[in-house]
């Protein structure tokens, strides 16, 4: 059974850092693409980021490019967001999904609450 | 890359059918069969309904089903339960490496 669990979420102020993790389990980490996808309050799905089974393609958005960078751990069956210079506009519950490369995504974890408010 | 065009809501009763609609353009929906569906109750977590334009995954019932003409794709839900009032959000695969979202639509369960 697949199971990401998403960590790492909180109360920043702007301009701060913060970095997520998601454990996966219950299937072959090393053999997914994986993304992180957010999602406003009220508002709706945005992808952000996405990291190749191997490591060799990664893509951001316009809205996070130059400020989060995405990362893997296949050791450790983990996938990371690190989040620099944090804007209000960041503020969103983030999600950690396993890909079929980038046709869809078919499993998410529970999701992590970043709010970057002063 | 400008967000795929949603319905903001639509609404039907019991046991009938509806279909929310999705339009894109040539550099997505139109250019790629990599459209996929996706159903989010309140509170969790979104879940995937539809792939590559029509496929659905295990466990999701044939009551849903999905299909493209030129740079919109529609998900038709028939019979509709109870259960199924959610918000649905289309997402297509843009080229460049870029998946874009549909800003979503509320189905009402009247």
């Known amino acids: 059974q697949v199971r990401l669990v998403e960590s790492g979420g909180g109360l920043v102020k702007p301009g701060g850092s913060l970095r997520l993790s998601c454990a996966a389990s219950g299937f072959t980490f090393s053999d997914y693409y994986m993304t992180w996808i957010r999602q406003a309050p009220g508002k709706g799905l945005e992808w952000i980021s996405y990291i190749s089974s191997t490591v060799t393609t990664i893509y951001y958005a316009d809205s996070v490019r130059g400020r989060f960078t995405i990362s893997r751990d296949n050791a450790e069956n983990s996938l990371y967001l690190q989040m620099n210079s944090l804007r209000a506009e960041d503020t969103a519950v983030y999600y950690c999904?396993?890909?079929?490369?980038?046709?869809?995504?078919?499993?998410w974890g529970q999701g992590t609450l970043v709010t970057v408010s002063s | 890359q400008s967000a795929l065009t949603q319905p903001r809501s639509v609404s039907g009763s019991p046991g009938q059918s509806v279909t929310i609609s999705c339009t894109g353009s040539?550099?997505?929906?139109?250019?790629?069969?990599?459209v996929s569906w996706y159903q989010q109750h309140p509170g969790k977590a979104p879940k995937l309904m539809i792939f590559?334009?029509?496929e659905r995954p295990s466990g999701v019932p044939d009551r849903f089903s999905g299909s493209k003409s030129g740079n919109t794709a529609s998900l038709t839900i028939s019979g509709l339960q109870a259960d199924d009032e959610a918000d649905y959000y289309c997402c297509s695969y843009a080229g460049s490496y870029i998946m874009l979202f549909g800003g979503g639509t509320k189905l009402t369960v009247l």
């Open positions: 999904a396993r890909g079929a490369q980038l046709r869809y995504v078919d499993s």
């Open positions: 040539r550099g997505d929906i139109g250019g790629y069969n990599y």
């Open positions: 590559d334009v029509s």
